[in-house]
Structure formats: structure tokens, C-alpha cells
């Protein structure tokens, strides 16, 4: 079984086509889960969920603790075997977690499978596709959930570039093969926090702290 985690925080505006996209995927539904961690969101995410309630497993933290927590929270309610994270922003082709899923369950050898995307604005236009293994992200990567939990999950102590800390830690043990096939969209909006310089710099910093030779 494939647990699909959407993490979300204040983005009623996005979230359902985020959930459509995950609802309408062509693997069928006894293979997979949809997981939402509404992560202490003030906005309408908590009543535009309610309306799900019958199609995914949603949880609700009072306050708003940051995506390493919220993911790890995602992890570790999961019953599938693999994982794959979508930001409540982003949305996916429907036949993503199919083609994953497929790569990982008939070869052994894989340890996560990431896929190439296309970068969209507000009504979903395509800008630009992107090779993940040159530009990668955090979501649309499914891995094999027993090796998150090996390497220690998530470090809850970033705020900004947590995904480049687990990509870090996981790549030191196991491996991720790109698919070449842009099925994830990542959407490029005013409030992306990796547009917050600041915020970005400080986390660059205690990266290269951790990991430092």
C-alpha cells in the first residue's frame, strides 16, 4: 500500500486540487491512502476539509508546528508500505503513484523513486519542466517508509530546507531513481517560503553545520 501525505497550513485556496488530483489517480483506491496533517491552519483548510472526511484520514494539530513535524506526524500514522509527500499547493498527474508504486514493487533494488516535474503559476499554466535531479524537491518522491524511519525521519529542528537535510542523511545509505516523466507539479506562488531569502540563508547555514566534512 502506497500512504500518500499532504501537509497543509493556511492554503484553503489550494488544498482541493491538491486532494482531486490524489483522489483521481488511476492506482486503484484499495492500494493507497491519502493522509492530510492540517498543521494549525487559521484560514477555511479546517472546514474545506470536513468535506473529506469520508475519502482521507485527516488530522488536526491545534497549532501550527512546522513541516518537519507535521511530515513526521504523516509518517508515522501511515499503514503503507512506501510513502510520498504533496504539498497542499502542489497537485499530480494520475498516474504517478501507480508508475512509483510499480518501479519499487518489482524491483528490490530501488530504494525510493522521485520523478521529473513541471513548475505552474496560480491557474496551473506550465513554466517550466524541470529535471528533478538537477533541481530537486521534497515532494513527489515515494520511498520505502522502514528507511525514513532508519535514518531518523525528519530533523524537526529545520525550519527551511528539512528536505535537503533528509536528502542528505538518506542518500548516505540508500538510493533515489528518477523517473524521467514530469508527473508532479510544483506551483510557483507569492507566498513559497523558499522565497524568504532570510529564512532560506539561516537554514543554508546550519545545514552546512551538520554535515560539515
Known amino acids: 500500500m502506497v500512504s500518500a501525505i499532504i501537509t497543509a497550513y493556511n492554503y484553503d485556496r489550494y488544498i482541493e486540487r491538491c486532494l482531486r488530483s490524489l483522489l483521481e489517480q488511476s492506482l486503484d483506491k484499495s492500494q493507497y491512502e491519502i493522509i492530510v496533517i492540517n498543521d494549525g491552519s487559521t484560514d477555511n483548510t479546517r472546514k474545506i476539509l470536513e468535506n473529506y472526511t469520508d475519502m482521507a484520514r485527516l488530522f488536526h494539530l491545534e497549532k501550527n508546528m512546522g513541516l518537519s513535524y507535521a511530515r513526521n506526524f504523516g509518517i508515522k500514522k501511515a499503514k503503507g508500505q512506501f ?6 499547493d502542489d497537485y499530480i498527474q494520475r498516474d504517478l503513484l501507480m508508475i ?11 530504494d525510493a523513486v522521485s520523478v521529473d516535474y513541471y513548475l505552474v503559476d496560480e491557474r496551473g499554466n506550465h513554466i517550466e519542466y524541470v529535471n528533478t535531479e538537477e533541481k530537486p524537491i521534497a515532494c513527489g518522491i515515494m520511498f520505502r517508509k522502514d528507511f525514513l524511519f532508519e535514518i531518523g525521519l525528519y530533523d524537526e529542528g529545520f525550519k527551511a530546507r528539512e528536505d535537503e537535510d533528509l536528502r542528505i542523511r538518506f542518500l548516505n545509505k540508500y538510493n533515489i531513481y528518477n523517473i524521467i516523466l514530469p508527473l508532479y507539479r ?8 523558499t522565497k524568504n531569502a532570510k529564512v532560506m540563508q539561516h537554514y543554508k547555514e546550519k545545514l552546512q553545520w551538520k554535515h560539515k566534512k
Not at 510513502?83 to 497542499?88: C, S
Not at 512509483?100 to 530501488?110: A, G, H, I, M
Not at 510544483?186 to 517560503?193: A, G, P, Q, S, W
Open 83 to 88: 510513502v510520498i509527500f504533496v504539498d497542499a
Open 100 to 110: 512509483q508504486k510499480t518501479f519499487l514493487t518489482e524491483n528490490n533494488r530501488l
Open 186 to 193: 510544483y506551483r510557483i506562488h507569492e507566498n513559497n517560503l
